[in-house]
Nanobody, 129 residues
Framework: QVQLGEFGGGLVQAGDSLRLSCAAS??????????MGWFRQAPGKEREFVAA????????DYADSVKGRFTISRDNAKNTVYLQKNSLKPEDTAVYYC????????????????????WGQGTQVTVSS
């Protein structure tokens, strides 16, 4: 069974940077075919798309709210995806979840949380003003 684990969250101040990582283990299929995504959820709010990267051509996509500040990358040899978060704002405060999906890498499916097959337990990021 695939397991995803997020690391790197914490309490930071506005303007600071964080790098989140998500390691996958227990795969029974090729990680190269998987799209990896980051989502976030604040208390009382819906889980929202943050960023995603495809498994082969390394196509990336970002939510408008983080574009230019966050960068998603992956290391397929380590089955790990990263989210570099710069210029953090209080509105970035949320639990950040790593997710993995198979199949289409179209922009709509990369942004759709219902299309992802596996989810980590999340890591809390709190940005103070």
């Amino acid at each position: 069974q695939v397991q995803l684990g997020e690391f790197g969250g914490g309490l930071v101040q506005a303007g600071d940077s964080l790098r989140l990582s998500c390691a996958a283990s227990g795969r029974t299929f090729s990680s190269y075919a998987m799209t990896m995504g980051w989502f976030r959820q604040a208390p009382g709010k819906e889980r929202e798309f943050v960023a995603a990267i495809s498994g082969n051509r390394m196509i990336t996509d970002y939510a408008d709210s983080v574009k230019g500040r966050f960068t998603i990358s992956r290391d397929n040899a380590k089955n790990t995806v990263y989210l570099q978060k710069n210029s953090l704002k209080p509105e970035d405060t949320a639990v950040y979840y790593c997710a993995e999906k198979r199949g289409s890498t179209s922009i709509p499916t990369m942004r759709d949380r219902s299309r992802y097959d596996y989810w980590g337990q999340g890591t809390q990021v709190t940005v103070s003003s």
